[in-house]
């Protein structure tokens, strides 16, 4: 703990240190080793390119289609699925790993979208 104390990021400049500031290494994630499935639901996204929708359908795990969401950003369809999960009481995300993994697979589907190319879903 003492050697962070010292330790200040270089691209820190004005910016005040925590007393207990703590440098965190990240180790290497393994996306299907590592993998735990929500109690929720699991969500299918795919590209529309003919209308340049990207489309998130929330699924049960008894592989039924419950809603699809359908925008252009990724972070539209990212908020109107946890407002909507929000607003009727859903409990389709229990695990903030699988909220993490919604808004990257979204974006990575949003930047296919602008470029044109396909879409596969980690």
């Known amino acids: 703990m003492e050697e962070n104390k010292s330790y200040r990021p270089s691209w820190v400049k004005d910016k005040n240190i925590?007393?207990?500031f703590e440098l965190i290494k990240c180790k290497s994630y393994d996306g299907y080793k590592d993998h735990k499935n929500d109690n929720g639901c699991y969500i299918l996204i795919r590209l529309y390119h003919d209308t340049l929708e990207i489309g998130a359908a929330v699924c049960d795990?008894?592989?039924v289609i419950l809603k699809e969401f359908r925008g252009i950003k990724?972070?539209?369809i990212y908020?109107?699925?946890?407002?909507y999960s929000e607003k009727n009481n859903k409990k389709w995300f229990n695990e903030f790993q699988h909220a993490a993994y919604l808004g990257k697979e979204l974006k990575k589907a949003e930047l296919c979208l602008v470029?044109?190319?396909d879409y596969y879903q980690e």
């Open 79 to 83: 908020h109107a699925i946890f407002e």
């Open 115 to 117: 470029i044109g190319c």
């Open 18 to 20: 925590a007393e207990d």
């Open 74 to 76: 990724a972070q539209d």
């Open 61 to 63: 795990y008894k592989n």
